[in-house]
Nanobody
Framework: QVQLVESGGGLVQPGGSLRLSCAAS????????MGWYRQAPGRQRELVAT???????NYADSVKGRFTISRDNGKTTVYLQMNSLKPEDTAVYYC???????????WGQGTQVTVSS
C-alpha cells in the first residue's frame, strides 16, 4: 500500500507562484509514474502533469510553460512548481502514484490551490 502526503497549497494572487510537494511511502522498487491532477468545483478531475522514473514528463496544454514537474527518486517525492498562476488554476490538486506493472493508482488526499485577488 502506497501512502501519499501532499503539501504546499494555499491562496495566491494572480501572477503568483506556489510549489506543491508529494511524498510517497510504502512503494516497492520498479517503474512508476507520479503526477498531479486537479478538480475544480463542478468539473471532472483532469491531468495537470506527470513524470516517470526516467524523468519523462507530460503536461496539460493549459499549464505548459507555466508549471514544472520534477521528482526526487531517492525520496520518492514529486514536486509541482506553479508560476504565473491564473484564477482558472483554482482547484483541489491531487497527487497520483501509478504502478504500470499491475495497473494500480494511488491518490493523495488533495490540497486546495486558490488563485484570487
Amino acid at each position: 500500500q502506497v501512502q501519499l502526503v501532499e503539501s504546499g497549497g494555499g491562496l495566491v494572487q494572480p501572477g503568483g507562484s506556489l510549489r506543491l510537494s508529494c511524498a510517497a511511502s510504502g512503494s516497492s522498487p520498479g517503474p512508476n509514474t507520479m503526477g498531479w491532477y486537479r478538480q475544480a468545483p463542478g468539473r471532472q478531475r483532469e491531468l495537470v502533469a506527470t513524470i516517470n522514473r526516467g524523468y519523462t514528463t507530460n503536461y496539460a496544454d493549459s499549464v505548459k510553460g507555466r508549471f514544472t514537474i520534477s521528482r526526487d527518486n531517492g525520496k520518492t517525492t514529486v514536486y509541482l512548481q506553479m508560476n504565473s498562476l491564473k484564477p482558472e488554476d483554482t482547484a483541489v490538486y491531487y497527487c497520483n502514484f501509478y504502478r504500470p506493472w499491475d495497473n494500480v493508482n494511488y491518490w493523495g488526499q488533495g490540497t486546495q490551490v486558490t488563485v484570487s485577488s
